[in-house]
Structures are given as structure tokens and as C-alpha cells.
């Protein structure tokens, strides 16, 4: 597989007049052509952060301090506004996470399409109104001649989020960012844009990154999974080994909190304690050890590394040290990520 994104020790802050709050704090990953990678976490976990930092779009008082973001070869974070421009809504696209205000409320849906068209394409503005009406029909929007000449407020927010996405792919991106792109959806809805989504992916083969805080999101559509809390990766799994063997307390926490449909049986759900930190002055060890319950002396102290429990799961908790106590269900390794 050819790798499209390596993010390298990426830091995100904003600078307040309380100070510095880091919202994302030193993460790592890399994303092969094809992927589906969901990143998931609580809100205020750096979830969003990091897809606006892919973008470029971190604005005042907000800025990358720290870290490379490689696409194709080429760090995005060493290239001027004009130059991101160029990437942004053509190889690199976004699903922002309420449609309603992502949409000018002013324009028709057809002028906001065409308008992407003719800034990245040399289309004329005759052939950008046919690619529109392609598009419209291939997010599943009835009757795309006529819904051209819509406003917003004359779509459902169903309706809203497809044109939306009908925006996001207009350029044929090779990365699709959608954040939270079922949020204040129906369920049903929800269901017929993840399809979309998952059909998308072929159509017009893009490597899509899902951000969200719904674990049923993630199983239904992505093959690889971040897990995100206080500004840093807990654990990085492909899909079957993070819901099979979870390796991490927070995605243990995550996970028995969601609702389960198992017949003739009460599963109680069981919360998470406690609040998540204060990126103002985040803990020096690991984020989730104030509310950890198998948090030990080292984790208050210093952030653990990203031990490698197989080749595609890894998971960042001192449980998995040779010398940590036995706990059941987390396995010892012999050495990080880095060694």
C-alpha cells in the first residue's frame, strides 16, 4: 500500500489571554491509499483539531507549534496559505459538522457547488452545472436538476449534510476529512450517509478519515481506528482487534459505555468518572490517569509510550511494561513502538 499521509509528532495549541492550551499534544500516525481511519474520543479529545490542522485551517489564536503533516511527500505545515489552497477541496476535501453552517445560507446550493468546480477545474460554467447535477445525483438527491436552484433552508438536514458532501468530493479529492458528518441525524439518515459514505469510497476512490465520538460509527465503516484523549493517541488498532482486545483502560471505558442489543440479557452501562483534563495545564504523565482505575505511580508522573502488543495494534499505557502488575486482559510486551 502506498502511503498518502504521515502526521510526525504534530502539537496544536491556542494561545489565550488564560494562556497556552494544547489541544493536540505530540501525535503520530500514517494513512495508507484506501484506508478508512476513524479517530474517536471525547469531545475536547483533539479530534477535530488535528483534521483542521490537516486542512490548514487552525486560525488565530490557534497554530501548529511543532511537528510535520507529509502529504504525497509534501509537508503541508512548510507551505503558505496560497500554496495550501491549492490542496484544499482539490486532493484534500472536508466534511465540516453542521452542514447548516458550512452552507451560505444566501446562495443556492447549485452556485456553491459550481463555484468549487470553476476555482479547481478548467471546466467551463456550462460543464460545472452538469458536473453539479452529477454530483447531486450521486449523493442519492432526487430530481438534481431542479434541487440546483435550491437554498439551503429548502433542504431537509439530511438533505443539507449529501449536498455537503456532494461539495467535499466535487474535485475527486484523494483525502476526504469528514467531521462528525452524522451529527443531529436521525438514525435512519445517519445509516443512508455512512452508506453513502462507504460507496463513495469506490466510486471515486478516496482514502477517507471519520471523525467522531459514536464507537457503532466507527465498527460500521472504518478498517482502522485512533483512539483520542487530551490531545494524545491512547491506542491505534485495526478495527477487529480494537473491539475484540481493546488494549487501553480509556477504550475499555469507551467501550462499555455504549449501549449493547445482546438478547434476553440486562447489561448495565458503565460511565467513565470524572471529567477529561484541562488543556491549560494537562498532566505531565499519562491524561487519563486521574480517572483510570488501574492507574499507577508512573502514569501521574509521564506519559507512557506506544507499546506494539501485534502488528496492527498499539496502545499507549505503562500495563503493557514487563514489570507492571498482572492485570487480566492487557498483554506484556517487551519494548515501544521506538525500539
Not at 503533516?69 to 484544499?88: M, S
Not at 462528525?180 to 478516496?206: C, F, G, H, Y
Not at 471523525?211 to 483512539?227: F, P, Q, R, S, Y
Amino acid at each position: 500500500m502506498k502511503t498518502l499521509l504521515e502526521i510526525n509528532n504534530l502539537h496544536t495549541s491556542f494561545f489565550t489571554h488564560l494562556g497556552e492550551v494544547q489541544a493536540v499534544r505530540g501525535i503520530d500516525f500514517v494513512l495508507e491509499e484506501g484506508d478508512i481511519l476513524g479517530i474517536v474520543g471525547e469531545s475536547g479529545s483533539g479530534k477535530s483539531v488535528t483534521s483542521l490542522s490537516i486542512m490548514g485551517l487552525v486560525d488565530d489564536p490557534g497554530r501548529i507549534t511543532e511537528g510535520s503533516i507529509v502529504f504525497e511527500g509534501v509537508d503541508l505545515t512548510k507551505l503558505t496559505n496560497e500554496q495550501l489552497a491549492e490542496y484544499r477541496g482539490n486532493d484534500i476535501s472536508m466534511i465540516f459538522q453542521d452542514p447548516m453552517t458550512s452552507i451560505n445560507p444566501v446562495y443556492s446550493i447549485g452556485n456553491q457547488l459550481m463555484e468549487v468546480i470553476l476555482r479547481h477545474t478548467k471546466m467551463t460554467k456550462e460543464e460545472a452545472k452538469e458536473r453539479a447535477i452529477e454530483l447531486l445525483k450521486m449523493v442519492g438527491i432526487p430530481e438534481p436538476e431542479v434541487r440546483l436552484k435550491n437554498y439551503p433552508h429548502q433542504f431537509s438536514g439530511g438533505m443539507r449534510q449529501r449536498a455537503m458532501i456532494a461539495m467535499a468530493i466535487s474535485c475527486n479529492p484523494k483525502l476526504l476529512i469528514a467531521d462528525e458528518p452524522t451529527t443531529a441525524l436521525d438514525v435512519t439518515i445517519q445509516a443512508q450517509i455512512l452508506e453513502l459514505m462507504r460507496s463513495l469510497k469506490d466510486k471515486i476512490n478516496t482514502t477517507i478519515i471519520l471523525i467522531t465520538h459514536d464507537l457503532g460509527v466507527i465498527a460500521e465503516v472504518c478498517n482502522k481506528v485512533i483512539v483520542m484523549y487530551g490531545g494524545m493517541i491512547m491506542e491505534r488498532s485495526n478495527i477487529e482487534s480494537l473491539y475484540d482486545n481493546p488494549q487501553h483502560p480509556y477504550t475499555r471505558g469507551l467501550l462499555q459505555s455504549v449501549p449493547k442489543n445482546v438478547t434476553g440479557k440486562k447489561n448495565r452501562l458503565i460511565p467513565i468518572e470524572g471529567s477529561p483534563p484541562d488543556l491549560l495545564s494537562p498532566p505531565p504523565g499519562c491524561p487519563f490517569s486521574p480517572r483510570c482505575p488501574h492507574a499507577m505511580e508512573i502514569c501521574l508522573k509521564e506519559a507512557a509510550p506506544l507499546f506494539k502488543i501485534s502488528d496492527t495494534q498499539f496502545a499507549s499505557c505503562w500495563l503493557h511494561h514487563v514489570d507492571a502488575p498482572e492485570v487480566e486482559g492487557y498483554v506484556k510486551v517487551a519494548g515501544d513502538e521506538n525500539e
